[in-house]
């Protein structure tokens, strides 16, 4: 049974599919529930219950020309429609739309490499492009560039950035929207409209010069709903010559806060890659006496931190450090990084991890070749798509909340504590505890994560689920700590924890929506931005 | 006892014929012991392009029978994709048959759904006593025009 979108009637509905066939052809037209299967989010808590966000119908264009009609025919119907690129947002509602019974929009059969540069360092995208293919690609011709690439691997520039998705290389090319540059989109109206230099005719420098003259609204495509991107600019990593991994201990849970700052600069000055901070002490948790320890209500005291780290003879922190770039380069980077920090902090410890050139070899893919126990994602860390990190999804997969933080050694404990305590009602695993470490997947900044995951058979555990990350969302938001990225089933409560000037940024954004999308058919939601008639 | 799906010892049934029929994956792997399933793989050689056997779950892949080429993985699907199924699925009518965990399962179900194919039949793998196991039998094959299905 076809799920029928709000305020549609069935008769209305086949009428539109049935134009729709005619613009696109009846075989990139799906409605039966067979065909609507891959447009569930396999994810999802509240899986086959009555919320449970489903496409109505699901189409699949083969060029610009073809997006065009679709909205025009989606304005006629005022059928909502929810494009994606790959679809693969898993974790953050898959490729299942934010109100049930809009058409998804997929635009996987638009996959092409446009344009790729590998002396100007950038790369021309359609939606479809999934990493995989672009990796393909730059293979295949031999290009002299990298991609930074997120997990999995079959994911889209495109999509990904769209929904500000993150990657393992350098901190300017791990933020993915950051390191766009230039796009393209169908509007609400049907129109087709460039950005940057793109608005250009004939623009030599789309890729190069994202700004181009007056307001560059590229932004409002990310997390929002104000028309379907066509094409994308990404800037691309020149392929580093060399790359060499070391690691840095310290001794005391104090000196994490000197170390956090160290790492900071030379993130910042662009010395190293991600920097893949762990705990130690993590490896106790088994024991209950730690697990306490760990957990202790008000966070754990410091002496007992370190009396634990002494009493098993392991550092409280640790951190590794990437560097990428000539050989000569990335080994005076280490011999500074290490001389900085052993001298600032008493105690503080640098063991030499692996150097190669690149391309590395299969062997040295595998990761298994460090002196240490390492928790780098060496296809990650070198710009090589991949799928094996499906080994870390758990049960019927996973819903995310991943809040923002400073990158402080004081914010990560405070973090810990807050949110262990806040979540201590629920009956999951420690996402925060005193051996919490952050993410630095952002380039400024640090996350947490909190990834519960869920039970297709089980309602009742998905329900708790459910409320945990309610719960987060309101806790972190009390602290200023906001996320960065939510399913459509969570995008409400996190939009409305930007509250800041009594929601004006939502106000700004309703306004921009109801002029742009005046009968609200893009993605109504998403980001938490209704149109008017949606709105209560 | 093994139980061969009669539809695969007629030989005048196409391929086509054989994928409509059903059953292929009982005939191809599905039996009622885990060790006879290798033999009848042997027997669904004409029909599948491609098998699969995830060693988490079968580590006796090394008595596999002669057949369509074997594809060995630890669950990660990673080369599986890029080196065979990503060329193989762009091309209509390739038949992939396979026994893995779900998680593995899982990502081909998706990658197969991009590119318009999808399992047409799945079942858990009995152990020798006729329990199920964790493990799942599947084929996956064409499901649109575009890729002959
Ligand atoms: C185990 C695991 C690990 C993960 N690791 C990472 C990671 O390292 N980094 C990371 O970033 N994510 C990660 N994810 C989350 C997710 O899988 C990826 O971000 C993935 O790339 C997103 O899917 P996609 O690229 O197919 O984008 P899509 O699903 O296509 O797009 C995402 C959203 O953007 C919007 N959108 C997409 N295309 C368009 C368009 N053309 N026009 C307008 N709006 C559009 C839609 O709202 C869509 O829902 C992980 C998930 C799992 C399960």
Not at chain 1, 64 to 75: L, S
Not at chain 1, 179 to 184: K, V
Not at chain 2, 112 to 131: S, T
Not at chain 2, 136 to 149: D, F, K, L, R, T
Request: proline share 8%; aromatic share 10%.
């Amino acid at each position: 049974m076809a799920v029928l979108p709000p305020n549609v009637s069935a008769a209305d509905f086949d009428k539109a599919l049935t134009e729709l066939r005619a613009a696109i052809g009846a075989d990139w037209v799906f409605s039966s529930d067979d065909d609507l299967g891959p447009y569930r989010d396999s994810f999802s808590p509240i899986w086959d219950t009555e919320e449970e966000r489903r496409a109505g119908a699901a189409v699949a264009p083969a060029d610009v020309e073809q997006v065009q009609a679709i909205v025009r025919i989606a304005n006629r119907y005022l059928i909502p429609l929810f494009p994606i690129s790959t679809g693969k947002n898993f974790g953050y509602g898959g490729p299942s739309p934010n109100v049930s019974g809009s058409i998804v929009v997929d635009l996987k059969r638009m996959n092409r490499v446009l344009e790729i540069d590998d002396k100007r360092h950038f790369a021309l995208v359609e939606p479809g492009v999934s990493y995989f293919d672009l990796y393909r690609h730059i293979q295949e011709r031999g290009l002299k560039v990298w991609l930074d690439v997120p997990d999995p691997g079959w994911g889209s520039p495109l999509g990904n950035a769209l929904d500000r998705g993150v990657g393992y290389t350098m901190g300017y090319y791990r933020d993915h929207i950051g390191a766009s540059c230039g796009l393209e989109a169908v509007l609400p109206n049907g129109e087709v409209m460039r950005t940057g230099m793109g608005a250009l005719p004939d623009s030599k420098t789309w890729q190069e010069y994202r700004h181009g003259f007056g307001p560059d609204p590229a932004g409002l495509f990310a997390q929002g709903n104000f028309g379907i991107v066509t094409k994308m600019g990404f800037r691309l990593y020149p392929q580093p010559e060399h790359y060499r991994t070391g690691m840095i201990t310290v001794a005391k849970r104090r000196d994490y806060i000197a170390l956090v700052e160290h790492v900071n600069y030379l993130s910042d000055a662009m010395i190293v890659g991600e920097a893949v901070y762990s705990n130690p002490l993590a490896a106790l948790l088994a024991k209950p006496d730690f697990m306490a320890l760990a957990t202790k209500q008000g966070g754990a005291p410091e002496s007992e931190m370190d009396a634990a780290a002494a009493a098993a003879g392991l550092p409280s922190w640790q951190v590794e450090l990437q560097f990428y770039g000539p050989e000569a380069a990335c080994a005076a980077n280490w011999a500074y990084a290490k001389d900085r920090i052993l001298s600032a902090i008493p105690g503080a410890k640098a063991v030499d991890g692996e150097a190669f050139p690149l391309p590395a070899t299969p062997e040295q893919l595998l990761n298994t070749g460090q002196p240490y126990k390492t928790h780098i994602r060496r296809n990650g860390a070198l710009g090589i798509p991949s799928l094996g990190i499906w080994k870390i999804v758990r049960d019927s997969g996973h819903v995310g909340f991943f809040p923002v933080l400073p990158r402080s050694g004081e914010a990560v404990y405070e973090m810990q504590r807050v949110m262990c305590d806040a979540l201590r009602e629920f009956p999951l695993p420690p996402f925060f505890s005193a051996v919490t470490a952050p993410l630095y997947w952002p380039q400024f900044a640090f996350q947490m994560v909190f990834a519960p995951s869920v039970k297709k058979e089980d309602p009742d555990h998905n329900a708790m689920v459910d409320r945990s990350m309610r719960k987060a969302i309101e806790v972190a938001a009390k602290h200023g700590w906001g996320d960065y990225r939510a399913a459509p089933i969570y995008q409400d409560a996190v939009s409305a924890s930007y509250s800041f000037g009594d929601h004006a940024l939502r106000r700004f954004h309703e306004q921009m929506k109801d002029a742009i999308d005046p009968n609200g058919i893009i993605a109504p939601g998403r980001g938490g931005i209704w149109p008017k008639r949606f709105r209560k | 006892m093994m139980k061969v799906n009669p539809v695969l010892a007629n030989p005048s049934l196409n391929r086509r014929g054989l994928l409509k029929a059903g059953g292929l994956a009982s005939a191809a792997l599905g039996v009622s012991g885990a060790s006879m399933s290798a033999k009848a793989w042997a027997a669904s050689v004409p029909a599948i392009d491609l098998r699969v056997i995830d060693q988490r779950v079968w580590p006796r892949a090394a008595d596999m029978p002669q057949g369509a080429p074997l594809h060995l993985i630890d669950g990660d699907v990673t080369h599986l994709w890029y080196d065979t199924l990503y060329q193989a699925w762009k091309k209509p009518g390739f038949v992939v048959a396979g026994v893995t965990k779900a998680d593995a399962l899982f990502v081909l179900e998706h990658l197969a759904w991009d590119n318009r194919y999808k399992v047409i039949e799945r079942r858990p793998l009995l152990d020798d006593d006729g329990q199920a196991t964790d493990a799942i039998q599947w084929v996956i094959a064409p499901a649109h025009p575009s890729v002959g299905g």
